[in-house]
């Protein structure tokens, strides 16, 4: 599923068993008749499992991205 800043569904696909990896029931979403459209400037943020492509971002690998997870022993590093 797909959501929006909304908190609202745009795109749901059910029916894949939960032994499916993330990337093929990605790679169905956006390969079938009624496909994940991605509007024109936007992105979906993704779990670092992915890579990333057109319209779809992941984070860098062993990053912190929140707050609480930085003190001042151990402050940001690079614009990552």
């Given at each position: 599923m797909a959501c929006g800043f909304d908190m609202k569904f745009h795109y749901v696909l059910a029916g894949w068993e939960g032994s499916a990896t993330d990337a093929t029931v990605l790679w169905s979403t956006l390969n079938?008749?009624?496909r994940l459209k991605v509007p024109d400037g936007k992105f979906?943020?993704?779990d670092a499992g992915y890579s990333n492509?057109?319209?779809f971002l992941?984070?860098?690998r062993?990053?912190?991205y929140h707050l609480k997870e930085f003190n001042i022993s151990c402050p940001p590093m690079n614009a990552e």
């Open positions: 079938r008749g009624d979906y943020l993704l492509q057109p319209g992941t984070p860098y062993g990053v912190r």
